[in-house]
């Protein structure tokens, strides 16, 4: 019996590897799997795992479903001991064959890591686009010192 389901993750995770080695990660692999400590679908450096989201699930997921996936991914970067977790989602109308421009979504802690330990925000990542919501880009400001500092719940 087919599994429609695991068909499409197999076939998105494979999209990835691909991508990922094309963009220089030649050691990029899917993970077999680890019994119940889920350590991410891709490897492609010893610090870094990729989860991947398929389909039209990823295509369509919701804020709240976003954030259940994004959860899973820091589980399993801190279960495989890496750096960066990356989950990345498929997008409407791009297909495998351009899995270079799915959705990235990383945390900001992950991010702020990426970009300040070497100078390359001032000068590579300038002008990359960030896609995160108004309202924590709004909490981001007034944490950084543009506003006054908001109470979180």
């Not at 919701?62 to 994004?70: E, I, K, N």
């Not at 820091?74 to 279960?79: F, H, K, Q």
């Not at 002008?127 to 010192?145: A, E, K």
């Amino acid at each position: 019996m087919v599994n429609r389901s695991k068909n499409i993750g197999t076939a998105a995770e494979s999209a990835v590897v691909k991508i990922c080695k094309m963009y220089g990660y030649p050691d990029a692999h899917r993970n077999s799997l680890h019994g119940a400590v889920d350590v991410g679908d891709i490897w492609i450096h010893p610090h870094v795992v990729i989860e991947v989201k398929g389909g039209d699930a990823a295509k369509t997921a919701s804020d709240g479903q976003l954030d259940v996936w994004m959860a899973q991914t820091v589980l399993e970067r801190d279960n495989h001991g890496a750096d960066i977790g990356i989950l990345v989602t498929a997008r409407k109308g791009v297909g495998p064959a351009s899995a270079d421009r799915w959705h990235a979504h990383l945390t900001i802690e992950e991010l702020h890591l990426l970009t300040s330990t070497t100078g390359f925000i001032a000068e590579a990542v300038a002008n990359y686009r960030v896609c995160l919501s108004l309202g924590n880009v709004l909490t981001l400001l007034h944490n950084g010192g543009y506003g006054p500092r908001l109470e979180t719940t």
